[in-house]
Structures are given as structure tokens and as C-alpha cells.
């Protein structure tokens, strides 16, 4: 008896094992089940302008983390830099769901289309790149821009799949800016 229960247990383990592996559980496997869960609702022209801002802002962290990370070998750089990528992927889920152009497609790390961003990128990498204390300076400043923008966004946006990206992404920022405290 204690054999066939030893044995059901490890059956149910590796079933359930099995089956947050393979997405069967109706998890969240990438990000877009949950999204796409919600309706497409009409996207107004703020909403637009919210996406692609954001989308070309999330680069823009992105690319000076993974900068920094290149002159000081940190690893707080490098973790952050991968999470900036996922939320660079929410956003691009959302921009393929609406079928709108995406800002930063084609684009190498240090590159934008708003030319602010450009500016913005060569003047946090060269502030961060004076001492450890301002890169991690310069990544609290970041999400710190992240957390208000994101906040403006939120109010701006009545989508719901938008603003459960966006809350998400906020979220994420405001561990971002303790990790960097």
C-alpha cells in the first residue's frame, strides 16, 4: 500500500511537472495568452502614442543597462537589461495585437527614432560610466522616469489589456529602482 502511494505521488508530481512545463495548466507560458485573453478593444490615438513611447523607452533601458553592465561587469546591469527586454515584448504583443508599427524594429542597441531618446542614451551612458555609484545612479533615474511615465500612461488608457501591461511593467520598475537603491 505505502508503494502505491509513493508511486501516485510521484505520478501526480511529474503530471503536474509535465504540464506547467508544456503551458497544459493554462498558465502564462509567454507573456501573450493573458493579452490575448482580453478583448481587442478600439485603441485611441493616445493609446497609440503610449505604446510606441513606451516601447522605444523600454529599448532605451535596455540598452544603457546593457552598457553599463559592459563597463562595470555588474551583474544588477545584466539582470535588469533581460527583464527590460520582457517588457519590451509586452509591448510588442500589444502593438502586434493592434496590428501597429512598431518603433524600434530594425533598430541596434544604441539606436532610436526619437532623437530625445538618442540624446537621452549617450548622456546616461557617459554619466554612468563616471563611477559604479552614478551608473547606479543613472538606473534609479531611469525607472524612476519608467514609474512616471508609466503612471501618465495608465491614466491616459482604458484598455484593459494596455493597463494590465502597463501595472505590470510598473511593478517591475518599482523592483527595479529598490535593486538599484
Known sequence: MKNLIISITL??????TSSYVFGLNNQ???GVSHINQLPKEAVSPKEIEGLQLLREEEKLA???YSALYDKWNLRIFSNI???????????????DKYDLKDP?????????????FTQLYNELVSKGSESL????????TIEDLDIKDLNEWIALSDNQDIRLVYGNLKRGSENHIRSFN
Open 62 to 64: 535596455r540598452d544603457v
Open 104 to 116: 524600434v524594429a530594425g533598430l541596434k542597441s544604441g539606436e532610436f527614432n526619437n532623437p530625445e
Open 28 to 30: 502564462r507560458t509567454n
Open 81 to 95: 537589461a533581460r527583464s527590460e527586454q520582457r517588457h519590451m515584448s509586452r509591448i510588442k504583443d500589444l502593438l
Open 133 to 140: 555609484v552614478s551608473a547606479l545612479k543613472v538606473g534609479a
Open 11 to 16: 505520478i501526480l508530481v511529474v503530471l503536474g
